[in-house]
């Protein structure tokens, strides 16, 4: 029976645990996320390792973590967090990696740190529901703020990230020049729609009221947009501008378990785990080295993936070093200009 090593407390020696006793707390965001990943990723793990998986999510998970790591009492195993909180916390909430055994020279400069190679790329995107606007139809994203020509509620989850980026572009700034992002520029164009604007509190409430009819057009993610359409939506994607980020699996300071752990991450980063992933998500792999016009997705996975090679108009990936350094003062800025 192969091992692995358990994170040692303070003053132990790691110790050899048979792979087959360990059980990894696995941090998703849940939903579909954490049933594709189970599929995708952990199932065939356990099949190769014994290894198995307890899965947990919860909507406030940095701050769960930050508890745990100050009191010394991490009893998570990996997380499953976007690219900013990976330069945020590298080395404070998660632990370093070797990077070596993962596939850091195949993906975009500046998309690792110490602590992490990313996995999945996802777009924040703009889109409309089809049977609102007939004849003419939005075109670009200018058109979110145009309610005269094109009436009817906007639906957003309540963050900022992809949302400041699409106000900027429709106010005029040049895509390559959004970041620094100009926040309080961005608000005043949101200060436009905000009457019409629906804040979602959940990806779930969002996805209810396109399908509901309740909101016309929305700005959230491709994979989302998929599952509103599979779901009895009728929504359509407006390629003008997408920004696009990506997710990590990393380990906490801490963790019971951090070299079954790191096995399990570097397994998830091959590719035959990041297709059989991205297929199910609607996602892309970050792996330069896989195409995602091979991945076998759904059709309507396709309609909302700006990874293929379809044209998807300009793409600009998020800041991740802005993001991590002031994501605490947006934020601020963003609950402020949304209660007030």
């Given amino acids: 029976m192969t091992t692995a090593c358990g994170s040692a407390t303070s003053g132990e020696e790691p110790r050899a645990v048979p792979s087959d006793k360990i059980t990894l ?6 939903g579909e996320t954490m049933n594709q990943q189970a599929k995708s990723i952990q199932e065939p793990f356990t099949a190769k390792t014994g290894v198995k998986f307890d899965n947990v999510s919860s909507p406030t998970y940095i701050s769960q973590l930050q508890t745990m790591v100050e009191a010394g009492k991490t009893i998570w195993d990996v997380v ?5 909180l990976a330069n945020a916390y590298c080395g404070t909430l ?3 990696v070797d990077t070596s055994r993962m596939p850091a020279t195949l993906v975009p400069e500046g998309t690792t740190t110490e602590c992490s190679v990313p996995g999945i790329k996802f777009a924040s995107e703009f889109a409309y529901d089809t049977t609102a606007y007939k004849g003419t ?5 200018a058109d979110f703020f145009d309610t005269k020509t094109f009436p009817g509620k906007r639906v957003i989850y309540t963050n900022p990230k992809g949302t400041l980026e699409v106000a900027l572009v429709a106010d005029g700034v040049p895509p390559d020049k959004l970041y620094p992002l100009d926040v309080e520029r961005a608000l005043r164009k949101l200060d436009t729609v905000k009457s019409d604007i629906i804040f979602a509190p959940s990806y779930t409430a969002l996805q209810q009221n396109l399908v509901s009819k309740q909101a016309t057009m929305t700005l959230t993610t491709g994979n989302r947009l998929s599952i509103i359409n599979d779901s009895g939506g009728t929504m ?3 390629w003008d501008f997408t920004s696009w980020d990506y997710a990590n699996w990393l380990i906490p300071k801490g963790a019971p378990h951090a070299k ?3 096995d399990a991450i570097v397994f998830a980063l091959e590719p035959a785990q990041l297709i059989k992933y991205a297929a199910m998500s609607g996602d892309a792999p970050v792996r330069t080295d896989v195409d995602p016009n ?3 997705y759904s059709e309507s996975a396709k309609l909302f993936n700006p990874f293929l090679t379809s044209g998807s108009g300009t793409m600009v990936r998020q800041d991740n070093k802005f993001w991590a350094e002031n994501v605490a003062e947006v934020t601020k800025k963003w609950t402020a200009w949304q209660v007030g």
């Fill in 294 to 296: 091979t991945i076998p």
């Fill in 25 to 30: 707390a696995w941090q998703t965001i849940g």
């Fill in 236 to 238: 359509a994607p407006v």
């Fill in 260 to 262: 079954a752990a790191e």
């Fill in 94 to 96: 998660f632990e370093k």
């Fill in 80 to 84: 499953h967090t976007g690219s900013y």
């Fill in 137 to 141: 139809v939005p075109t670009k994203v």
